[in-house]
Protein backbone atom coordinates (compact mmCIF):
# COMPACT_ATOMS: atom_id res chain seq x y z
CA UNK A 1 0.00 0.00 0.00
CA UNK A 2 1.28 3.01 -0.72
CA UNK A 3 1.47 5.89 1.43
CA UNK A 4 -0.35 8.67 1.67
CA UNK A 5 2.72 11.07 0.62
CA UNK A 6 3.29 8.75 -2.27
CA UNK A 7 -0.03 9.17 -3.60
CA UNK A 8 -0.18 13.12 -2.83
CA UNK A 9 2.90 13.17 -5.08
CA UNK A 10 1.26 10.71 -7.83
CA UNK A 11 -1.87 12.74 -7.82
CA UNK A 12 0.42 16.11 -8.72
CA UNK A 13 1.88 13.97 -11.36
CA UNK A 14 -1.23 13.71 -13.30
CA UNK A 15 -2.64 16.95 -12.68
CA UNK A 16 0.40 18.42 -14.07
CA UNK A 17 0.50 15.91 -17.35
CA UNK A 18 -3.30 16.39 -17.39
CA UNK A 19 -2.52 20.32 -17.68
CA UNK A 20 -0.30 19.68 -20.56
CA UNK A 21 -2.11 17.19 -22.53
CA UNK A 22 -4.96 19.38 -22.23
CA UNK A 23 -2.92 22.90 -23.50
CA UNK A 24 -1.75 20.38 -26.76
CA UNK A 25 -5.52 19.37 -27.17
CA UNK A 26 -6.02 23.13 -27.75
CA UNK A 27 -3.04 23.85 -29.68
CA UNK A 28 -3.74 21.31 -31.93
CA UNK A 29 -7.29 22.34 -32.39
CA UNK A 30 -6.12 26.24 -33.22
CA UNK A 31 -3.81 24.69 -35.70
CA UNK A 32 -6.67 22.06 -37.16
CA UNK A 33 -8.17 25.13 -38.21
CA UNK A 34 -5.61 26.92 -39.74
CA UNK A 35 -4.86 23.28 -41.48
CA UNK A 36 -8.25 22.81 -42.71
CA UNK A 37 -8.72 26.56 -44.15
CA UNK A 38 -5.26 26.00 -46.38
CA UNK A 39 -6.63 22.40 -47.51
CA UNK A 40 -9.99 24.49 -48.69
CA UNK A 41 -7.90 27.28 -50.31
CA UNK A 42 -5.87 25.12 -51.98
CA UNK A 43 -8.97 23.10 -53.36
CA UNK A 44 -9.84 25.50 -56.11
CA UNK A 45 -6.62 25.25 -57.82
CA UNK A 46 -6.32 21.24 -57.63
CA UNK A 47 -9.84 20.94 -58.84
CA UNK A 48 -9.47 23.61 -62.21
CA UNK A 49 -6.45 21.71 -63.00
CA UNK A 50 -8.31 18.08 -62.70
CA UNK A 51 -10.49 19.72 -64.68
CA UNK A 52 -8.29 20.91 -67.74
CA UNK A 53 -6.67 17.56 -67.75
CA UNK A 54 -9.74 15.50 -67.83
CA UNK A 55 -10.76 17.88 -71.07
CA UNK A 56 -7.44 17.49 -72.31
CA UNK A 57 -7.29 13.90 -72.24
CA UNK A 58 -10.74 13.92 -73.73
CA UNK A 59 -9.36 15.55 -76.65
CA UNK A 60 -6.45 13.40 -76.37
CA UNK A 61 -7.80 10.15 -76.12
CA UNK A 62 -7.20 7.23 -78.85
CA UNK A 63 -4.33 9.32 -80.16
CA UNK A 64 -0.94 8.55 -79.80
CA UNK A 65 2.07 10.41 -78.67
CA UNK A 66 0.49 10.57 -74.93
CA UNK A 67 3.30 11.73 -72.54
CA UNK A 68 4.94 8.34 -70.26
CA UNK A 69 3.53 10.50 -66.97
CA UNK A 70 -0.13 9.48 -68.27
CA UNK A 71 0.51 5.97 -70.32
CA UNK A 72 3.61 4.52 -68.11
CA UNK A 73 6.32 3.46 -69.09
CA UNK A 74 4.84 0.21 -70.24
CA UNK A 75 6.54 -2.04 -67.61
CA UNK A 76 5.49 -1.94 -63.87
CA UNK A 77 8.79 -3.82 -62.42
CA UNK A 78 9.58 -1.13 -60.20
CA UNK A 79 7.44 0.88 -57.47
CA UNK A 80 8.06 3.98 -55.66
CA UNK A 81 6.33 4.73 -52.92
CA UNK A 82 6.37 8.33 -51.40
CA UNK A 83 4.91 8.07 -47.68
CA UNK A 84 3.94 11.24 -46.65
CA UNK A 85 3.93 11.56 -42.61
CA UNK A 86 4.16 14.15 -39.52
CA UNK A 87 7.12 15.29 -37.81
CA UNK A 88 6.27 14.92 -34.58
CA UNK A 89 4.23 11.88 -32.24
CA UNK A 90 1.82 12.08 -30.11
CA UNK A 91 -0.68 12.02 -32.79
CA UNK A 92 -2.88 8.46 -31.76
CA UNK A 93 -2.20 5.88 -34.53
CA UNK A 94 -1.93 9.13 -37.44
CA UNK A 95 1.21 8.06 -38.65
CA UNK A 96 1.51 3.89 -37.58
CA UNK A 97 -1.49 3.74 -39.96
CA UNK A 98 0.00 5.20 -42.98
CA UNK A 99 3.01 3.28 -42.65
CA UNK A 100 0.82 0.14 -42.17
CA UNK A 101 -0.45 0.66 -45.43
CA UNK A 102 2.63 1.32 -46.91
CA UNK A 103 4.15 -1.45 -45.19
CA UNK A 104 1.33 -3.87 -45.93
CA UNK A 105 1.84 -2.21 -50.07
CA UNK A 106 5.67 -2.62 -50.18
CA UNK A 107 5.40 -6.50 -49.13
CA UNK A 108 2.35 -7.45 -51.45
CA UNK A 109 4.70 -5.64 -54.39
CA UNK A 110 7.81 -7.89 -53.22
CA UNK A 111 6.15 -10.74 -52.89
CA UNK A 112 4.91 -10.09 -56.49
CA UNK A 113 8.48 -10.12 -57.45
CA UNK A 114 8.43 -6.09 -58.01
CA UNK A 115 11.16 -3.54 -56.87
CA UNK A 116 10.41 -1.25 -54.17
CA UNK A 117 11.67 2.25 -53.97
CA UNK A 118 10.72 4.64 -51.06
CA UNK A 119 10.29 8.21 -50.34
CA UNK A 120 9.91 8.82 -46.78
CA UNK A 121 8.63 12.71 -46.03
CA UNK A 122 8.51 13.47 -42.32
CA UNK A 123 10.41 11.91 -39.91
CA UNK A 124 7.98 9.71 -38.42
CA UNK A 125 7.39 7.73 -41.15
CA UNK A 126 11.02 7.30 -41.86
CA UNK A 127 11.42 5.90 -38.31
CA UNK A 128 8.94 2.91 -38.86
CA UNK A 129 9.91 2.26 -42.24
CA UNK A 130 13.93 2.42 -41.74
CA UNK A 131 14.02 -0.78 -39.10
CA UNK A 132 12.53 -2.84 -41.82
CA UNK A 133 12.92 -1.66 -45.72
CA UNK A 134 15.85 0.37 -44.78
CA UNK A 135 17.61 -0.95 -47.51
CA UNK A 136 14.71 -0.04 -49.88
CA UNK A 137 14.17 3.81 -48.76
CA UNK A 138 16.12 5.72 -51.50
CA UNK A 139 15.50 9.37 -50.19
CA UNK A 140 13.80 11.28 -47.65
CA UNK A 141 12.59 14.84 -47.06
CA UNK A 142 12.69 16.70 -44.03
CA UNK A 143 9.62 18.97 -43.30
CA UNK A 144 10.66 19.77 -39.98
CA UNK A 145 11.83 23.27 -40.31
CA UNK A 146 8.80 24.46 -42.36
CA UNK A 147 6.06 26.01 -39.73
CA UNK A 148 3.33 26.44 -42.81
CA UNK A 149 3.33 24.18 -46.28
CA UNK A 150 3.88 26.16 -49.47
CA UNK A 151 3.62 24.84 -52.88
CA UNK A 152 7.03 25.11 -52.68
CA UNK A 153 7.60 22.47 -50.39
CA UNK A 154 5.68 19.93 -53.02
CA UNK A 155 7.07 21.29 -55.70
CA UNK A 156 10.53 20.54 -54.61
CA UNK A 157 9.34 17.04 -53.59
CA UNK A 158 7.73 16.82 -57.34
CA UNK A 159 11.06 18.12 -58.85
CA UNK A 160 12.86 14.76 -56.91
CA UNK A 161 10.25 12.52 -58.20
CA UNK A 162 10.25 13.75 -61.62
CA UNK A 163 13.83 13.66 -61.96
CA UNK A 164 13.75 9.94 -60.77
CA UNK A 165 11.02 9.43 -63.37
CA UNK A 166 13.71 10.83 -66.50
CA UNK A 167 15.98 8.69 -65.34
CA UNK A 168 14.56 5.74 -65.23
CA UNK A 169 14.95 4.59 -62.12
CA UNK A 170 10.81 3.86 -61.49
CA UNK A 171 7.90 2.88 -63.25
CA UNK A 172 4.88 3.66 -61.10
CA UNK A 173 4.81 6.33 -58.58
CA UNK A 174 2.15 5.70 -55.65
CA UNK A 175 1.64 8.36 -53.11
CA UNK A 176 0.77 7.57 -49.50
CA UNK A 177 -0.87 9.99 -47.42
CA UNK A 178 -3.89 10.11 -44.96
CA UNK A 179 -7.05 11.50 -45.94
CA UNK A 180 -8.88 14.02 -43.42
CA UNK A 181 -12.98 12.75 -42.96
CA UNK A 182 -12.92 14.96 -39.49
CA UNK A 183 -11.51 15.50 -36.68
CA UNK A 184 -12.33 11.79 -35.22
CA UNK A 185 -11.41 10.34 -38.93
CA UNK A 186 -8.71 9.85 -41.28
CA UNK A 187 -8.75 7.36 -43.61
CA UNK A 188 -4.82 6.35 -44.76
CA UNK A 189 -4.96 6.55 -48.67
CA UNK A 190 -2.68 5.30 -51.00
CA UNK A 191 -2.96 7.18 -54.69
CA UNK A 192 -1.25 6.66 -57.43
CA UNK A 193 0.38 9.87 -59.51
CA UNK A 194 2.69 8.24 -61.99
CA UNK A 195 1.07 6.79 -64.72
CA UNK A 196 -1.84 9.78 -64.19
CA UNK A 197 -5.06 8.64 -63.46
CA UNK A 198 -6.90 11.27 -65.07
CA UNK A 199 -10.11 9.77 -65.54
CA UNK A 200 -11.17 9.34 -62.48
CA UNK A 201 -10.10 13.04 -61.33
CA UNK A 202 -12.86 14.54 -60.05
CA UNK A 203 -12.56 17.14 -62.44
CA UNK A 204 -16.09 17.07 -65.35
CA UNK A 205 -14.86 17.85 -68.56
CA UNK A 206 -16.43 21.49 -69.39
CA UNK A 207 -19.37 21.42 -71.67
CA UNK A 208 -18.23 23.73 -74.66
CA UNK A 209 -21.85 23.58 -76.60
CA UNK A 210 -19.93 21.78 -79.76
CA UNK A 211 -16.70 24.39 -80.26
CA UNK A 212 -13.93 23.03 -79.73
CA UNK A 213 -11.07 23.62 -77.94
CA UNK A 214 -8.17 25.66 -79.55
CA UNK A 215 -4.70 25.01 -78.34
CA UNK A 216 -1.80 27.16 -77.67
CA UNK A 217 0.93 25.31 -78.64
CA UNK A 218 -0.29 22.32 -79.54
CA UNK A 219 -2.16 19.44 -77.12
CA UNK A 220 0.83 17.43 -76.19
CA UNK A 221 3.05 20.42 -75.47
CA UNK A 222 0.36 21.38 -73.23
CA UNK A 223 -0.22 18.32 -71.82
CA UNK A 224 4.15 17.85 -71.24
CA UNK A 225 3.82 20.81 -69.05
CA UNK A 226 1.10 20.08 -67.54
CA UNK A 227 1.67 16.61 -66.36
CA UNK A 228 4.41 17.12 -64.16
CA UNK A 229 2.55 20.11 -62.50
CA UNK A 230 0.09 18.16 -61.94
CA UNK A 231 1.86 16.12 -59.68
CA UNK A 232 3.15 18.70 -57.75
CA UNK A 233 -0.25 19.84 -57.32
CA UNK A 234 -1.25 16.25 -56.38
CA UNK A 235 1.57 15.87 -53.75
CA UNK A 236 0.58 19.36 -52.11
CA UNK A 237 -2.94 18.44 -51.51
CA UNK A 238 -1.02 15.22 -49.84
CA UNK A 239 0.55 17.24 -48.03
CA UNK A 240 -2.41 19.67 -46.45
CA UNK A 241 -4.94 17.12 -46.30
CA UNK A 242 -2.03 15.23 -44.08
CA UNK A 243 -1.08 18.84 -42.12
CA UNK A 244 -5.14 18.90 -41.25
CA UNK A 245 -5.21 14.57 -40.38
CA UNK A 246 -2.28 15.34 -37.75
CA UNK A 247 -3.69 17.85 -36.15
CA UNK A 248 -7.45 16.24 -35.98
CA UNK A 249 -5.55 12.74 -35.08
CA UNK A 250 -3.68 14.75 -32.29
CA UNK A 251 -6.41 16.96 -30.98
CA UNK A 252 -8.72 13.80 -30.27
CA UNK A 253 -5.63 11.64 -29.01
CA UNK A 254 -4.84 14.29 -26.45
CA UNK A 255 -8.81 14.88 -25.42
CA UNK A 256 -8.46 11.08 -24.63
CA UNK A 257 -5.66 11.38 -22.76
CA UNK A 258 -6.58 14.49 -20.91
CA UNK A 259 -9.82 12.43 -19.99
CA UNK A 260 -8.21 9.14 -19.16
CA UNK A 261 -5.80 11.46 -16.58
CA UNK A 262 -9.29 12.88 -15.19
CA UNK A 263 -10.21 9.82 -14.17
CA UNK A 264 -7.06 8.72 -12.34
CA UNK A 265 -6.91 11.46 -10.58
CA UNK A 266 -10.29 11.14 -9.29
CA UNK A 267 -9.51 7.38 -8.69
CA UNK A 268 -6.41 8.67 -6.92
CA UNK A 269 -8.14 11.09 -4.85
CA UNK A 270 -10.59 8.68 -3.49
CA UNK A 271 -7.96 6.06 -2.48
CA UNK A 272 -5.72 9.42 -0.77
CA UNK A 273 -9.55 10.12 1.01
CA UNK A 274 -10.55 6.44 2.24
CA UNK A 275 -6.28 6.17 3.33
CA UNK A 276 -6.42 9.44 5.25
CA UNK A 277 -9.41 8.42 7.09
CA UNK A 278 -8.19 4.61 8.20
CA UNK A 279 -5.59 6.52 9.71
CA UNK A 280 -7.05 8.73 11.32
CA UNK A 281 -9.26 5.70 12.64
CA UNK A 282 -6.42 4.13 13.55
CA UNK A 283 -4.76 6.94 15.50
CA UNK A 284 -8.36 7.02 17.55
CA UNK A 285 -8.48 3.56 18.34
CA UNK A 286 -5.30 3.53 19.88
CA UNK A 287 -5.70 6.90 21.79
CA UNK A 288 -9.12 5.43 23.60
CA UNK A 289 -7.30 1.78 23.63
CA UNK A 290 -4.58 3.33 25.38
CA UNK A 291 -7.21 5.38 27.73
CA UNK A 292 -8.52 2.37 28.12
CA UNK A 293 -5.53 0.26 29.50
CA UNK A 294 -4.31 2.59 32.06
CA UNK B 1 -21.94 48.17 -70.70
CA UNK B 2 -22.58 44.91 -72.47
CA UNK B 3 -22.22 41.50 -70.68
CA UNK B 4 -19.21 41.07 -68.61
CA UNK B 5 -16.44 38.13 -68.88
CA UNK B 6 -16.24 35.89 -65.82
CA UNK B 7 -12.65 36.07 -64.16
CA UNK B 8 -10.63 33.85 -61.86
CA UNK B 9 -7.16 33.82 -60.82
CA UNK B 10 -6.16 30.70 -58.94
CA UNK B 11 -2.56 29.80 -57.14
CA UNK B 12 -1.87 26.20 -55.67
CA UNK B 13 -2.27 28.08 -52.28
CA UNK B 14 -5.11 29.76 -52.55
CA UNK B 15 -8.13 31.63 -54.82
CA UNK B 16 -6.77 35.12 -55.34
CA UNK B 17 -9.47 36.59 -57.32
CA UNK B 18 -12.77 36.00 -59.05
CA UNK B 19 -15.23 38.26 -60.08
CA UNK B 20 -17.01 39.84 -63.37
CA UNK B 21 -14.58 41.92 -65.91
CA UNK B 22 -14.73 43.69 -69.10
CA UNK B 23 -11.67 42.18 -70.04
CA UNK B 24 -8.12 40.40 -69.51
CA UNK B 25 -5.09 40.39 -71.42
CA UNK B 26 -3.29 36.90 -71.08
CA UNK B 27 0.46 36.31 -71.79
CA UNK B 28 0.12 33.44 -73.73
CA UNK B 29 3.41 31.00 -74.62
CA UNK B 30 2.55 31.69 -78.23
CA UNK B 31 2.02 35.98 -77.86
CA UNK B 32 -0.33 38.37 -75.82
CA UNK B 33 -4.19 37.83 -76.27
CA UNK B 34 -7.12 39.66 -75.04
CA UNK B 35 -9.81 37.68 -73.70
CA UNK B 36 -13.74 39.08 -73.70
CA UNK B 37 -17.20 37.70 -72.91
CA UNK B 38 -18.08 34.87 -75.34
CA UNK B 39 -14.71 34.35 -76.70
CA UNK B 40 -13.66 30.97 -78.44
CA UNK B 41 -12.42 27.98 -75.91
CA UNK B 42 -9.17 28.40 -75.68
CA UNK B 43 -6.06 26.24 -73.62
CA UNK B 44 -2.97 27.94 -73.42
CA UNK B 45 0.16 28.00 -71.21
CA UNK B 46 1.47 31.26 -69.82
CA UNK B 47 5.08 32.91 -70.18
CA UNK B 48 6.06 35.06 -67.38
CA UNK B 49 4.94 38.19 -67.53
CA UNK B 50 1.54 40.90 -66.17
CA UNK B 51 -1.82 40.28 -66.98
CA UNK B 52 -3.92 42.68 -66.99
CA UNK B 53 -7.40 43.11 -66.14
CA UNK B 54 -9.93 45.69 -66.70
CA UNK B 55 -12.67 45.41 -64.77
CA UNK B 56 -16.64 47.09 -65.15
CA UNK B 57 -15.86 50.58 -64.34
CA UNK B 58 -12.42 50.17 -66.61
CA UNK B 59 -9.94 50.17 -64.13
CA UNK B 60 -7.08 47.98 -64.55
CA UNK B 61 -5.11 46.34 -62.89
CA UNK B 62 -2.42 44.71 -63.34
CA UNK B 63 -0.65 41.47 -62.07
CA UNK B 64 2.10 39.65 -62.46
CA UNK B 65 2.20 35.93 -62.91
CA UNK B 66 4.61 33.72 -63.29
CA UNK B 67 4.37 30.35 -65.11
CA UNK B 68 0.98 28.95 -65.50
CA UNK B 69 -1.94 27.95 -67.87
CA UNK B 70 -5.24 30.12 -69.17
CA UNK B 71 -8.42 28.45 -69.50
CA UNK B 72 -11.48 30.04 -71.56
CA UNK B 73 -14.66 28.23 -71.83
CA UNK B 74 -17.87 29.19 -72.09
CA UNK B 75 -17.80 29.65 -68.23
CA UNK B 76 -15.37 32.21 -68.55
CA UNK B 77 -11.75 32.66 -68.18
CA UNK B 78 -9.66 30.73 -65.82
CA UNK B 79 -5.72 31.89 -65.01
CA UNK B 80 -3.84 29.08 -63.19
CA UNK B 81 -1.11 30.65 -61.91
CA UNK B 82 1.99 29.12 -59.65
CA UNK B 83 2.86 32.70 -58.42
CA UNK B 84 0.99 35.88 -58.99
CA UNK B 85 1.79 39.27 -57.35
CA UNK B 86 0.21 42.59 -57.81
CA UNK B 87 2.26 44.86 -59.78
CA UNK B 88 0.94 47.72 -57.44
CA UNK B 89 2.83 46.02 -54.38
CA UNK B 90 5.98 46.09 -56.29
CA UNK B 91 8.73 48.78 -56.18
CA UNK B 92 11.48 49.12 -57.98
CA UNK B 93 14.50 50.30 -55.54
CA UNK B 94 13.04 47.21 -53.90
CA UNK B 95 13.38 44.51 -56.32
CA UNK B 96 17.07 46.27 -57.61
CA UNK B 97 17.92 45.44 -53.46
CA UNK B 98 16.26 41.73 -53.56
CA UNK B 99 18.42 41.19 -57.22
CA UNK B 100 21.57 42.90 -55.61
CA UNK B 101 21.02 40.20 -52.60
CA UNK B 102 20.22 36.96 -54.65
CA UNK B 103 23.30 37.48 -57.18
CA UNK B 104 25.40 37.64 -53.73
CA UNK B 105 23.62 34.56 -52.66
CA UNK B 106 24.73 32.50 -56.11
CA UNK B 107 28.13 33.20 -55.92
CA UNK B 108 28.21 32.67 -52.02
CA UNK B 109 26.33 29.45 -52.46
CA UNK B 110 28.34 26.48 -51.83
CA UNK B 111 26.68 22.90 -52.32
CA UNK B 112 24.80 22.46 -55.50
CA UNK B 113 21.55 22.82 -53.80
CA UNK B 114 21.84 25.72 -52.50
CA UNK B 115 23.02 27.22 -55.42
CA UNK B 116 20.08 26.38 -57.84
CA UNK B 117 17.97 27.32 -55.08
CA UNK B 118 19.85 30.54 -55.01
CA UNK B 119 19.61 30.58 -58.78
CA UNK B 120 15.94 30.41 -59.19
CA UNK B 121 15.29 33.24 -56.81
CA UNK B 122 17.58 35.32 -59.01
CA UNK B 123 15.69 33.82 -62.30
CA UNK B 124 12.45 34.69 -60.81
CA UNK B 125 13.51 38.35 -59.40
CA UNK B 126 15.03 39.50 -62.95
CA UNK B 127 11.83 38.32 -64.48
CA UNK B 128 9.83 40.02 -62.32
CA UNK B 129 12.22 43.43 -63.19
CA UNK B 130 11.54 42.74 -66.55
CA UNK B 131 8.13 43.03 -65.89
CA UNK B 132 7.85 46.49 -64.76
Known sequence: MASLKDLRNRIATVKSTQKITKAMQMVAAAKLRRAQEAAEAARPYASRMGGVLANLSAAMEGREGGSALMAGTGRQDTHLLIVCTAERGLCGGFNSNIAKLAREHTD????????????CVGKKGYDVLRRKYDHLIVDRVDLREVKRIAFGNAHDIAGKVLSMFDDGEFDVATLFYSEFRSVISQIPTALQIIPANVVSSEGEAADLGGAIYDYEPEESEILEELLPRNIGVQIFRAL????????????????????????????LTMSYNRQRQAQITKELIEIISGAEAV | MADLLKFELVSPERLLSSGDVQQVVVPGTEGEFTVLVNHAPV???????????????????????????AEVNPAGLTILAEEAVAVSELSADDLAQKIQNAREDVTDAKDPEKKRRAQETLDHLTQLQSAL
Open chain 2, 43 to 69: LSTLKPGVVTVTDESGNAERIFVRGGF
Open chain 1, 108 to 119: RLISEGKAVKII
Open chain 1, 240 to 267: LENAASEQGARMSAMDNATRNAGEMIDK
